[in-house]
């Protein structure tokens, strides 16, 4: 199980929300007006004032975090866990100690409300990944501690509590996706970059080796530096 830690304190939590809620500008939630200004906080969220309604708001005001008193930092990893790796709400309930009728209502809005858009790559794609520590430090529940990081040299993956996340960034439509994954091989990497408009497809890449097989597929254009070699931007690149 992925421990509650790696979503960070209640702080990192809500500047998330905040970052993902508001990526196109500050809207209100009652009058859909952009005539928003700050007004004070509320708790560890941004609270709002609008101008064309004179009613306050904040981050977490019409969404399915609102009214909770669970702490969003625990409706994050809940939902998270239960959606990538299909964890039970009884585990979800030991791991973040709420109430398994409350974890019900509060997830099952949130799979109703979901409308996550398809990756739909136009290119050209940047794509990388980056590895989250998930290890747990110490002992819970009386089971053996386990490594925070890996034990062995390499690139990480879930079973090794260190799991890749990949960003891909679309030039020709500026959408962005961050997808988390079990491993970052060739077959994750073919996954990602399936929905393409054209073919050949442009990617950027690092020199990590997965991406090689790209090169041999009429499918992808291939462009890559190699960091190993002090090479961090080649033009496009």
Known sequence: ?????????????????????????????????????????????????C??????????????????????????FSIYAFLRFNTSLRQLQLEIDVQYKTIH????????ALDAPSVNLVGPVEIDEVYVSAGLKGRERDRPSRSRSLSTRGRGSYEQDKPPVFTIVDRGTGNRYVIPAKSADES??????ANRDEEPLTVYTDGFRAYDPLNEDDAFDR??????????????V
């Open 1 to 49: 199980m992925i421990p509650l830690d790696v979503f960070g304190s209640e702080s990192v939590a809500a500047d998330l929300l905040q970052q993902v809620r508001w990526r196109n500008g500050v809207t209100c939630p009652r009058c859909r007006s952009d005539r928003t200004v700050k007004n004070g906080s509320y708790g560890h969220f941004q609270r709002y004032l």
């Open 51 to 76: 101008k064309n309604c004179d009613r306050t708001f904040n981050d977490k005001t019409g969404t399915i975090f609102a009214h909770s008193k669970v702490a969003l930092r625990k409706w994050l």
């Open 105 to 112: 209502q509060r997830v099952e809005r949130f799979t109703k």
């Open 188 to 193: 994750t990497i073919r996954l990602l970059l």
């Open 223 to 236: 462009e890559y530096v190699v960091h190993g070699d002090g090479e961090y931007a080649d033009k496009d």
